[in-house]
Each structure stands twice: as C-alpha cells, then as structure tokens.
C-alpha cells in the first residue's frame, strides 16, 4: 500500500473498520485519511465508495472533483490501488456493474480485501445480485480465519447473502456466530432479522431484536432500517398501532434524515396504506422531506419510495411530475445502470403506484404484472421488494383480477404458509 505516513494507515484502516460496522464517522474517518495523505488511492477511492453508496447525490459531485484531480497527479499503484481506483471511477460513471466486477477481480487475487469485499457485496445488493452478494463472499472466506479482526463482518455479509439466495435456516446459523464472535456487527443483526422474515416467524424475530437492543440500537447507519424491519415484525403480528408509534418514535424523517432513513418511513408507511390504516397527517410531512431529494435522477429505488410518499399524501401533481422527469431523463442520458434500471422497472412501478392511489387497479396490475419476476433488477432486498408484491396482490384483488390474484396468492401462501398477510390475503380470495 501506497501511504506517505502511518498515521495515514491508520485512518484508512480505522474508516474500513467503521465502514464494516456501519460506524456513523466512516465518512469523517475517509477524509481523514485523504487528508493526511492526499495521494493515497485506496482512501481517496473510499471516498467515492461512500458518496455513491449513499444513493444520494448531493454527496457526489465534490468528491467526484477531488476524485479528477487526484487521478491527473497520481503516480505508480499496486494491482490492487489500480482497481479500486479504476471500480471507483466507474461508479461515477454511473457503471455500478463493471465497478462490483472489478472488485471481483480484485478480491479473487487479494480475498483478504476487506474494503473491495464490502463495497462489492454493497454494490450487489444495489443492483439486486443475490447469487453474487452470497458468492463473492463465499469465495473469500476459506482465505480468513476465526482469528482475523474483520471474520465476523463477512460472516455476517455472507449470512445476509445465504438469506437472500433463499438459505434461510443456515443464513441464520451464520448470522448468529457472527454475532456470537462480534456483537458490534450489526450487518449480522440486520441478516438474521431478514430470515426471520422470510419464514414469517416474526415472534421470534421481535425477540431476536429485543434480545439484541443494546448491540443494534445505539447510534449507527443501521439503527433506524433495523427498526423498521422491527415494525414488519410488528406488522405480521397485526399490531399495526404499534408500529405506528414507532414510526413516530423511530422512523418519520426530517429534512437532515438520510434519503435511506426516507425510503425506510415511506416502505412501512405504504405498508399501512395497503392495509386500510389512517396515518393522519404522517404523509403529509413524508412528502415534503422528498422534493429537496429529488432533484438529481440517481437511484430508480429511491424514485419509487418518493412516489409512495407522494400519493400516500395526495399529492398526485408531484408524483406524475417525477414521472414525468425520469422519463425525459431515461430519454437523454447516457449509459448507466440507474438509467436501465428506470427505463425497466422504476418508471413502471411508479407509474403503477400513482394508478393504485388514483383507484385505477386494473391499470396497475397490468403495469406491475409484466415486471414481477425481475424487479429484483434495481436492487433491494426481498424484504423491500415486497412492497412492490404486495401493491400487486392489492391491485389484482381490487381490480377483480381473480386469477392473477390466485396465482399471485398461492405463490406467496406456498412459500410462506404461516404469514398473516398471505393468510389474509388467501381468506379475502376464497371468501373463507
């Protein structure tokens, strides 16, 4: 490794560390490191690792600058510096494929990278790659041993992996003895809650949580999407009210809230909606934290949870304005895997939401059905996705659609028969 000191290993080292416990001053310990060495490539392409995993694009552009200059004045680099710089390039192109491809490359000659290993599996989870978010770690791991510091944070990325692959029962294996080796790993937390919704045992998910409040529930990138997988939980046990109080207590954003702290609130928040809850005025003041969010096409995931916001306040006019915007954007942009990923999936599911809020069901199901059995495209978890299902049962039953419903229903009931919801769901259907 390039470094002109050892103060600046260590700030690199310390930032890698908060980045795989998702440490609230990664970001203030990357520049740190750049600081203290201006020419170091693996911490001027942690920057950027971190401006564009954020999924928000106000963080890009000064990085984006920083990032040019560096590279016009930077010198000889290892193998290893040449592809986190070369992956980090690419994600400011827009290319999150050829940057998780070149972290490949690089961690199948270096497995013990942890930094390549965690912006991969980051980076396959944002473009919806499950064989690679559970693979790409599984390769590296017979390279590191019980006794190496970071074990625990791949074997909870590995557990997160293993779920969503569909590995459930040995996913939480995993996710446990990660916890077990390192309590501080709330990747770990995050990957066992993930199988417990899967299998619909959300009794033993609340108190998986419960049981682990003091190591999640403290100030960390993870905390509030870990309360809203608590309000899931919540969900299928039918204690809706509950989870309203969370969302007040927890969840509602505000104007310095992440744009991943928004997506969180609108996700459950539309939950309700399907379910027949009155949130009162909570739309209302989810709304008007997303237009500022807005402005800059960046993320078709986040797109969608904007819309939800604004048709769960009845703001029609800002939801078709958005639409209105990515279609001109999908129409002019160059390549880049946010503008794929609008043009397939993003603009129908937005455009398929705003039909649902305006009662035009049939018009939904027709936009949604086509696109159900690659959604996972523009990334997210099976868990996040399934609000996108679920606006597709709802549409379908509304609609009249009885046998896209049937099928839509029965596939749900058959991998999760003990879900509440697809219990419910089945019962409207059948008239039992």
């Excluded at 916001?309 to 895997?337: F, H, K, M, Q, W």
């Excluded at 697809?422 to 039992?432: A, C, M, S």
């Amino acid at each position: 490794m390039h470094a002109a000191t050892a103060t600046a290993v260590d700030e690199l080292d310390g930032a890698v560390d908060s980045l795989l416990h998702f440490r609230t001053d990664v970001g203030e310990r990357s520049e740190r490191a750049v600081t203290e060495d201006p020419q170091q490539p693996t911490a001027n392409a942690m920057r950027v690792y971190l401006a564009v995993l954020s999924t928000d694009p106000k963080f890009v552009p000064p990085v984006a600058a920083d990032f040019a200059e560096f590279r016009r004045r930077v010198g000889d680099l290892t193998d290893g510096e040449r592809l986190h710089v070369e992956a980090a390039a690419k994600l400011l192109d827009g290319d999150l494929i050829t940057a998780g491809a070149l972290l490949a490359d690089l961690t199948a000659d270096q497995p013990r990278d942890a930094l390549a290993l965690a912006v991969g599996h980051q980076l396959d989870f944002l473009t919806g790659n499950a064989t690679s978010l559970r693979d790409r770690i599984g390769a590296a791991l017979p390279a590191w041993s019980p006794a190496d510091p970071h074990y625990a944070n791949l074997l909870g990325m590995y557990a997160f992996g293993l779920e969503e692959c569909g590995h459930w029962e040995l996913a939480e294996h995993t996710g446990l003895r990660a916890m077990e080796l390192d309590a501080a790993d709330v990747w770990s937390v995050h990957a066992v809650g993930h199988t417990h919704e899967m299998r619909a045992t959300f009794d033993i998910g609340i108190a998986m949580l419960d049981r682990r409040r003091p190591d999640w529930d403290r100030t960390n990138l993870l905390r509030v999407h870990i309360w809203w997988h608590y309000c899931l939980f919540l969900l299928e046990a039918g204690r809706y009210r509950e989870a309203l109080d969370v969302y007040d207590e927890r969840l509602a954003p505000t104007d310095e809230s992440s744009i991943t702290e928004a997506v969180n609130a609108a996700s459950l928040m539309w939950r309700l909606h399907l379910l027949g809850e009155d949130a009162g005025d909570r739309w209302a003041k989810l709304a008007a934290t997303w237009p500022p969010r807005m402005t800059i096409p960046f993320n078709a995931f986040n797109d969608m949870h904007a819309v939800m916001s604004y048709v769960g306040a009845g703001e029609d006019n800002l939801a078709a304005d958005l639409i209105a915007d990515r279609r001109r954007y999908v129409a002019e942009a160059g390549p880049a895997t946010n503008v794929a990923m609008t043009a397939r999936i993003g603009l129908p599911i937005c455009e398929a939401l705003l039909a649902f809020g305006r009662g035009r069901f049939a018009e939904a199901v027709d936009l949604l059905w086509p696109i159900r059995r690659y959604v996972h495209e523009f990334g997210g978890s099976h868990a996040q996705r399934d609000v996108m299902q679920r606006t597709l049962v709802e549409a379908a039953l509304r609609a009249g659609r009885s046998a896209q419903a049937r099928v839509l229903v029965g596939e749900r009931i058959s991998v999760r028969p003990d879900s509440p919801y697809n219990q419910l769901k089945f019962r409207q259907l059948t008239g039992g």
